[in-house]
């Protein structure tokens, strides 16, 4: 099963560049860099392959969080728009003011 349920497996993927992969592959990054530092090894040049092991981690990891973030938030939308559909009467529509209905009149002190 994972994460995700079977019916959240229709909506579409979520951008290969997401902000979650991003901020996650930068954390896993900069965790290797902080190892090398506190290790007393030079931090760009030593043990590139965690570097890349960890940033890829953390994409992959930000990415499928990303994708069930966006199954909560259609759950979500989908359970709010099925209320809307059956309570009609909480959701009737307003009348429609101008601007001009809205704001007070303005009468300039000289």
Known sequence: ????PDEGKSLPPPGIANRNSVWLAGVGWFSAMLHNAMNHRPPLKSGVHRQVL??????????????????????????????IRLHPEEFAEKEKKTFAEIVEPFHPVR
Request: hydrophobic share 35%.
């Open 54 to 83: 960890l940033t890829t981690i953390g994409w992959f990891i930000g990415y499928h969080i990303t994708k069930y973030e966006n199954y909560t938030y259609a759950k979500l939308d989908r359970d709010m728009n099925e209320y």
């Open 1 to 4: 099963m994972g994460l995700i």
